[in-house]
């Protein structure tokens, strides 16, 4: 089955832990994307990476971290450092120059 | 950096009406895509489409670069098409990351 897929689905973290969302792709596409969603918004870029070993900040990449280590994983970690870190994360790929984006199915993160 | 309006912000319907989306961009862009987000989170494309006209099935959607503004058009509706319409563009990048910046978004709801 191709796609992109994320896990976990649902996420509850307490407050001061560090947590790791997991973004799988098997299309085979270059670069991969991280967004944040926040209630009645739209989405916001945190980090992206072009090629295996290379990533890049986004608009909003402070308290995040991430790696590429392989071409099909984009894993997202949310430290403790992320000071509103509740919100709804999407993965996303694109193939290469001037193509369309592809979304996961997002992970729900709550801080309690 | 680029602003992008999307209007209006909700928008109630019912079965069967037509309706017009508008989005609205303050620069240049290499690239504008239409996705709609279903009520689970999930991200689906709709259209990719930096200038011109493009129609699927029930939905079309125009850009006009040089006025800096896309609409897209859902004719008959149905209750499926409820959802969060997001117009999302790509700002002119010499190193072609494919980064989007993305409207607020429309919430459509279809009433039976």
């Known amino acids: 089955d191709g796609g992109i897929t994320q896990s976990p689905k649902y996420l509850f973290r307490k407050e001061g832990q560090n947590v790791t969302l997991s973004c799988e792709q098997n299309l085979n596409h270059d670069a991969m994307y991280w967004y944040r969603q926040d209630p009645g918004q739209g989405l916001r870029l945190i980090y992206y990476?072009?090629?295996?070993?290379?990533?890049q900040k986004g608009d909003i990449a402070e308290g995040y971290s991430v790696s590429r280590e392989k071409k099909e994983s984009f894993p997202l970690t949310v430290t403790s450092a992320q000071k509103n870190p509740t919100a709804f994360y999407l993965c996303?790929?694109?193939?290469?120059?001037?193509?369309?984006?592809?979304f996961g199915p997002g992970t729900r993160l709550t801080v309690l | 950096g680029i602003q992008v309006e999307q209007s209006p912000p909700d928008l109630i319907l019912q079965e069967g009406a037509n309706s017009t989306l508008r989005c609205n961009f303050s620069?240049?862009?290499?690239?504008l895509q239409w996705f709609h987000q279903n009520p689970w989170g999930q991200l689906i494309n709709l259209f990719y489409?930096?200038?011109g006209t493009k129609q699927n099935g029930r939905l079309s959607a125009t850009t006009v670069a040089t006025e800096r503004y896309s609409l897209l058009y859902i004719s008959s509706s149905q209750t499926t098409d409820s959802g969060v319409y997001f117009c999302?563009?790509?700002?002119?990048?010499?190193?072609?990351?494919?980064?989007?910046?993305f409207g607020q978004g429309t919430t459509l709801q279809v009433k039976p």
């Open positions: 996303a790929t694109r193939t290469g120059w001037a193509d369309t984006q592809y």
């Open positions: 990476s072009q090629i295996v070993n290379d990533f």
């Open positions: 999302a563009v790509e700002p002119p990048d010499p190193g072609n990351t494919g980064k989007l910046i």
């Open positions: 620069d240049s862009v290499n690239n």
């Open positions: 489409i930096p200038s």
